[in-house]
Structures are given as C-alpha cells and as structure tokens.
C-alpha cells in the first residue's frame, strides 16, 4: 500500500527547483563478475485477458498495475492497471475485468489524446466527507495526473473519476507543442506522510532525468486537484572509475528516464529506477541527495547511436556495472514481511533486460538476496510467464480465500500464444500475471 508511516515529513512550499545533490557509489574497481546462482523459477496462477496495442484492440498496452485491498471484504479485492491509451483496467482477483475507463480524448484535431502510464494508491485520502481509497494516474498523454476514487458498494464499476480539470495543470510541460512531444509526466509513486496527513504523488518525465513532487488537493465538491511542491533531477553522465565520462547512449536530444518508482510506506524512502543507469534512493519528499544504490549490468559500456537501425551499437564493457538487473530497470515495488513490521521485507526489481526480478533486503541495507523468474506454469490452461515486464505491484497483507497470503501482479509484454491481427501482422499482447506470494516465497527460499 502506499501510505507512509516513516520518519520524514516533507514541508509544503510554493514551488520551487530544488537541485538535488548526488551521491555516487563508492570507486572501486572492476565488479567481480563470477557467476550468481540462477534465478528462482514461480508460475502465476491467474493472468488477465490480452490487450493489444493496435488500433483494433483500442491502442491498449498493459503497463502497471496496483492492488487495491478490500478491507472489510478481502476477496473482493481489486487489481487497477494502466492500458496506456486503452485507460484503466480494473480486475477481481480471478483476473476478470469488471471495468474499463477510457483515457481523455486530445484537446484539439492533432493533439495527443490521453495515455495512462503508471497508477499508485492513497490510502484514506481526506475529503470533506471522510476518508476515501483513491488511485492516481500518470497520463503521459496529456502531462496530468488523474485522480479515482475507489468506492466498494459498486462492484461493476468501482472507480469514479474525481479528477479537478480546473485544478490539474501541466505537470512538466510549458505548452500543447511539448505535451504533443510527449516530454510530459511518465512514472508514478504515490504516498501519504503520517505526520502531515497530506498526501503527494512523485512523478517522472519522459526522456528526462527531472523528477516532481505534486501535492493531492481534495476540494469541498469530492474532487481532487495538486500543485507542484518542488522538481529536481537526477544525473545523466557519470564519471566511472577509470576518470572517463559515460552518458548511456539513446536517441538524440533523450536522456536517461526513470519510470518504475516506489516509495518505502515505512522509511519515506523514494526508489527511483533510471532504466539505463540503475536503482537510486531518496527521500521521497526530494530534499535529501540522491544514492545509486545498485547499476545496471551494461553501466559504463559505451554506446553510438545508429540512425538506421534505431538502436546503441555497444562498444567494449569496461566492466564497472553491476550484476544483478539488466536495463530496462523498470517495476519496483515493496513487499513488507508482516512477521517484522517497521523495515523486514524486501524491495523486488524487474530486470527487464534479461526477464528477471531482482530482490533486495530492505532492512538489510538493499543487499541483493536473490533473482526470481515468472515462468510458464505447467498443466492444461496453465498462464504463461512473463517477459519484458514493466510494472509490478506486491502486497503480503491477505487477500481472503484466493492469495491468503498476499499477491504479487506483474506485467506480461510478451503474453503468448499472440494472435494475427486484421492486416496481417502479429499484434502486440500484453496482460498482467497474479502470482501467489507463498509459492513465490517457498520458491525463492525468501
């Protein structure tokens, strides 16, 4: 869940550019690059239905999902997922849709239309009349963040948007022309500060390194509305440890992106994953330095971009990356060990680059444990697994009969068998995988 019940409370400001200072990791010399053990294999036992990203499927392509827990009815508990320009998906835990809500159509003929990126919760939102579940949404289609409320007595369509048009400026960018070229609001995490009560949303820029801190704003009419509090920006070159200057290769006029964020509910701490670069910690109100705290594998291998091929042709690895998560580092997510409350449990990565999740001790200063695999299940109608998988999402909290012992969803980028779209051509088709969290724990040996 997102809530925070940590040690830091961001102080509420006009906005403001903060200049975030960094700490690198230590220099140190070539990474040992022995062999790691393999990584453990889970199947999921439930998958949602394929979205396909074509205009005959809607241009809708799974992304990111959150696990809306149902307190006083677990088992009607809800899966909500972004479907790019397909809006959200919300799911029972048998993977069935029981809604769709579309992303907003384009201001104007040849605008961007809406395009749903990342979701995150708030737990208990303030509004006039009490407290109330919301999922707030990256859309990178019009530079916003969208806000739902979750509302339980309506089991066919649960979300209702609340979202104050007149309150949800811009999130990066100055004008249409910027927002058309999609340098606008891409990665998401959301959180409540317990010493505050306020609730903020963290949100990333596309082909950017910035960062921006957004207040949730409920109005006397039950919609919500934000303001930026304060934006900073990560690196985007580093110096490595043989005095070189290394900037990951990408298309010209692109920086290193973040997307998969996640704020620690216990600590404050924001996780932020550069998709080129590695897994980066601060706090979440965006005042503290900023620490790389695990790299990507290709980090510092030198790259030339080839027009032709639209694609970094590699030069030689000097060897200075990390060993457990190939680029993209995309889907991080926490999953808190009820047996320790306060920091047990561990921070999960997709390793997109080799279809992997990486796991690290939170309470054991982000050690790697180990790697785990969603792999294809065996028997008849068994899910398959998953590849290339952008977002995830963990609770251990128990989700009543079907996952009592808490639920990880992962997205699926390459959902199989796939089918033959109307011209012809393979179409894209993605959906989301629920794996049981006791199988994944006995398999993982967590």
Known sequence: MSVISGRRTPVVAAATLVVLGVIAAPAHARVDRGATPSPARVSASVETPSLFDDEAGGNANADDPAIWRNAKDPDRSLVIATAKEGGLRVYDLDGRQVQSLPAPPPPADGDMPGRFNNVDLITGLRFPDGRHDVAVVSDRGRDQLRVYRIDPTRPTAPLVDVTDEAAAPRVFSTGQVEVNEQRTAYGLAAYTDRRSGRSFAVTSRRHATALALAELLPNAQGKVGYRTVRTTSLPSSFTLPDGKKWTPCGEPGELPQVEGMVVDPDTGDLYAGQEDVGIWK???????????????????????????????????????????????????????????PGRGGYLLAS??????????????????????????????????????????????????????????????????????????????????????LGRLGRAARL
């Open 351 to 436: 390793s997109q680059g080799d279809d992997t999740f990486a796991v690290f001790d939170r309470g054991n200063g982000n050690a790697y444990v180990r790697g785990f695999r969603v792999a294809t299940g065996t028997g008849p109608g068994a899910p398959d697994g998953s590849e290339e998988s952008d977002g995830a999402a963990v609770t251990s909290a128990p989700l009543g009969t079907k996952f009592p012992n808490g639920l990880l969803v992962v997205q699926d980028g390459a959902n199989t068998p796939g089918t033959t779209g109307p011209d012809g051509e393979t179409r894209t088709d993605t959906n989301f995988k629920f794996v049981d």
């Open 282 to 340: 601060l706090d979440a109100d965006l005042r503290s330095p900023a620490r790389l705290i695990e790299k990507v594998r290709s980090f510092g291998v030198p790259g030339t971009w080839n027009p032709q091929t639209e694609e970094c042709d590699a030069g030689t690895d000097p060897g200075f990356g990390g060993r457990h998560v190939s680029a993209d580092v995309e889907g991080l997510t926490i999953w808190r060990d009820p047996r320790h």
